[in-house]
């Protein structure tokens, strides 16, 4: 998140099964709400063997709370159309959207797939996603507490995680398979106290702020889909831009530990502190294939991130780089100069776009998979400026968003 920029329906004989969460902002579990859309989708029969996982920050967030809807109601919203377009010309199986504003009941979600998604952008074949999984963030929640000590409390930065309102900057996860629902885990609500030897700034935070902070900045979840016979984990998240605050580091130590929880929940032995919004405890079964999804704000090389934080992931001995690139990041690099000049990460890894003077454009949306799964394929949808889709990326102010959509072909086999 770049917060210095914030200001075809299905056929006959098939089922779309909506699955949201509904709303809840305190310590109980989410209680997800199922939902149709057009008609039943049977479960894929027989071997999957390849599936196409992809993020993308779309920066469909909205500074007013209700705006994501009226924007969507109509098939007309020009951001709406550009990013849309985007994830037809991509055609994932399955896409973790990071900055999308949470709308209870998931109609916003709805809206995107009827208005925009299932209709052909440009010229590009329209894309179905009959499942799709939302629930509550922590972005806008007031914590009741003075975060950012600066003597008064409310607003964005005193919320659990920064937000003009309940839901600003949510995700979704957007499948072409079933989602298991039920077996969703969420951890909206793990303190971040409760993850031992973590960075959090206690000479911050008072002991009182310590007790009720959480760790995480929007959510994170494990949403497992069933994917012909196999069930494969989707673990997404977005923690907080490692900026915006003072020399005590706050949001990068905090950054760190949401990347960190990943490790931990993934790796034998390391995840036996955690517990979800259920109450259950534990990491994942090592047995398990997973896809880590999301935004991380986090560049191995560049930036202002924690010492080593995305690190956690990228040389975790259960994680799999696929080293998603693109052509249009080098151009992006050699055209912009600046900062982009004086950094140690090739280019070609990049995936957002941001201000030449600082910190430049970084490596910070990934596609990660664990040791049971093979990548194929991978890139990066950032075209070079002489390519007719080159229009969808742009320059700021930008088409669609600052972040790039970022995709991985994976091998089931």
């Known amino acids: 998140m770049n917060r210095s920029r914030v200001a075809a329906a299905a056929a006959a004989s098939l089922l779309a099964l909506t699955a949201v969460a509904a ?95 299932e209709r052909s952008q440009n010229g590009a074949p ?25 003597g008064t409390v409310g607003g964005g930065d005193d919320a659990y995680g920064f937000g003009l309102f309940p839901g600003q900057y949510g995700m979704v996860v957007l ?35 310590q007790d009720i902070f959480r760790l995480s900045s929007k959510s994170h979840w494990d949403v497992p889909i069933t994917v012909g016979k196999r069930t494969v984990h989707v673990l997404a ?31 034998p ?15 994942l079964n090592p047995s398990e294939p997973f896809v880590i999804l999301g935004d991380y704000n986090a560049d191995p090389y560049d930036g202002d991130s924690y010492q080593g934080a995305i690190n956690q992931l990228l040389d ?39 201000a030449d003077t600082t910190p430049g454009n970084l490596r910070i949306d990934y596609t990660l998979l664990s040791k049971h799964l093979r990548p194929t394929d991978a890139g990066v949808f950032w075209p070079v400026r002489s390519d007719p889709l080159w229009r969808l990326t742009g320059e700021y102010p930008f088409p669609t968003s600052d972040h790039r959509l970022v995709w991985t072909d994976v091998s089931l086999r």
């Open 269 to 283: 032995g390391k995840g036996k502190y955690i517990y979800d919004d259920a109450g259950t405890t534990g990491g």
């Open 126 to 150: 329209a894309v179905t996603y009959p499942y799709a999984y939302t629930a509550p963030v922590n972005t806008g929640v007031p914590s009741g507490f003075d975060l950012n000590n600066d």
């Open 237 to 267: 998240a977005h923690p907080t831009p490692p900026t915006f605050d003072g020399p005590e580091d706050r949001n990068g130590r905090r950054n760190h530990d949401e990347i960190r929880f990943w490790a931990d929940y993934i790796t």
């Open 175 to 209: 499948s072409k398979y079933p989602i298991q629902t039920e077996n969703v885990r969420t951890f909206q609500n793990f303190l971040w106290k409760d993850m031992p030897g973590n960075v959090m700034p206690t000479d911050w935070y008072s002991p009182q702020e």
């Open 23 to 117: 709303a809840q902002s305190s310590s109980a579990a989410p209680s997800p709400a199922a939902g149709q859309k057009n008609s039943e989708k049977d479960q894929p029969n027989g071997k999957v063997d390849s599936l196409r996982v992809a993020t993308y920050n779309l920066s469909l967030n909205r500074s007013t709370e209700g705006q994501l809807v009226r924007d969507l109601s109509t098939p007309d919203n020009t951001q709406a159309r550009n990013v849309a377009e985007v994830i037809q010309r991509t055609n994932p199986d399955v896409v973790l959207l990071n900055e999308f504003d949470y709308v209870a009941g998931g109609k916003a979600v709805d809206l995107f797939r009827d208005n925009y998604l």
């Open 316 to 354: 975790n001995k259960r994680v799999v780089d696929p080293l998603n690139s693109s052509e249009g990041a080098v151009e992006a690099s050699q055209e912009q100069g600046g900062a982009n000049l004086t950094h140690e990460g090739d280019p070609k890894y990049d995936t957002a776009d941001f």
